[in-house]
């Protein structure tokens, strides 16, 4: 089971991103998906879920500025982050749970500049 992530820069406060989480050796429909960030010196903190139904779920701190998604064709779930902010500079990571075990993407790394 691997997740591989993607899609992480250097971008400008008020721009966009969307990252990407490629899930591999799982049947991807049936699991719940999650994203999270590490900013420097913090600990890492969930930020977005979705549900193997579609159902998605965020932190207070990025309602309405973070859209998470899924493409079950493509193992694929998505983090779109809209009116980036330089707080939101962090390690991003998707993860899930298989066989009652967390598996963690690598992450990729948003840097917002102001």
């Known amino acids: 089971v691997q997740l591989q992530a993607s899609g992480g820069g250097l971008v400008q406060a008020g721009g966009s991103l969307r990252l990407s989480c490629k899930a591999s050796?799982?049947?991807?429909?049936?699991?719940?998906m999650s994203w999270y960030r590490q900013a420097p010196g913090n600990e890492r903190e969930w930020v977005a879920g979705i549900t193997n139904g579609g159902s998605t779920t965020y932190v207070d701190a990025v309602k309405g500025r973070f859209t998470v998604s899924r493409d079950n064709v493509r193992r694929m779930t998505y983090l779109q982050i809209d009116r980036l902010k330089p707080e939101d500079t962090a390690a991003y990571y998707c993860?899930?749970?298989?066989?009652?075990?967390?598996?963690w993407g690598q992450g990729t790394l948003v840097t917002v500049s102001s």
């Open positions: 050796g799982i049947n991807f429909r049936l699991y719940d």
């Open positions: 993860k899930t749970q298989y066989r009652g075990a967390d598996v």
